[in-house]
């Protein structure tokens, strides 16, 4: 099941710098996409979403962007902190089930 | 703020052995959930449960699992006779309304079968 996928298992950005995550997806039925950042032996925690009728969604420092005729999202986090070193996951919701992708190790370079 | 709390953290089970992991949802939230992500894998939904009943499941979710909220503040998932294959961290999840809402997720009970 490769409904969501996220291509890049790691990525390394600089302390104060744009850190960009990717996600694609397949089934054009989702109807909301999520991000999550994830500590090891932690849960998931829930940062930001957006439904399918958007393109934009923005939280402090964090910012959603979708395009749905590519079928894909991103998140971006500027200035990206030390503290946002993380696993991070993206999700896509149709109905009550979420389908996640596999993850982006994010390394935030002091 | 609120969390969403399972127990035990980790379970060590025998092949074949029941077991019931526990979550207790946060207290005003009317959706729960149980999600696992086996080492190395994605995390996958395994099912939902909304008004005492249960809304969806996955293919995962085979008649060896169950979900019960007995007395309104705990969520339990039953596995009713363990495989190696069900070892995973069991994330339990809640949240209070559907949509762009997300769901705050418990830390996991690491389930190892033996």
């Known amino acids: 099941d490769q409904q969501v996928k996220q291509n890049s298992p790691s990525l390394s950005v600089q302390e104060g710098r744009i850190s960009i995550l990717n996600c694609d997806y397949t089934?054009?039925?989702?109807?909301?996409f999520l991000w999550y950042k994830k500590y090891p032996a932690e849960g998931p925690t829930f940062l930001i979403s957006?439904?399918?009728?958007?393109d934009k969604n923005e939280d402090g420092r964090f910012t959603v962007f979708l395009n749905k005729s590519a079928k894909h999202l991103s998140l971006h986090i500027v200035p990206s902190q030390p503290g946002d070193s993380a696993v991070y996951f993206c999700?896509?919701?149709?109905?009550?089930?979420?389908?996640f992708g596999t993850g982006t190790r994010l390394t935030i370079i002091p | 703020e609120p969390e969403v709390t399972q127990t035990p953290s980790h379970q060590v089970t025998q092949m074949g052995q029941e077991v019931i992991l526990r979550c207790v949802p946060i207290?005003?939230?009317?959706?729960f959930y149980w999600y696992r992500q086996i080492l190395g894998q994605k995390v996958e939904f395994l099912v939902s449960?909304?008004?005492?009943?249960?809304?969806?499941k996955s293919e995962i979710f085979d008649d060896q699992f169950s979900v019960e909220r007995p007395d309104g503040s705990n969520f339990t998932l039953k596995i009713r006779s363990t495989k190696l294959e069900d070892s995973a961290m069991y994330f339990c999840?809640?949240?209070?309304?559907?949509?762009?809402?997300?769901?705050?997720f418990g830390s996991g009970t690491r389930l190892t079968v033996v």
């Open positions: 207290s005003n939230h009317l959706y």
């Open positions: 999700a896509a919701s149709q109905n009550e089930k979420l389908t």
């Open positions: 449960f909304y008004n005492n009943e249960i809304s969806e």
């Open positions: 957006i439904s399918s009728i958007k």
């Open positions: 999840a809640s949240r209070l309304r559907v949509g762009t809402y997300g769901y705050t």
């Open positions: 089934n054009s039925m989702f109807d909301y």
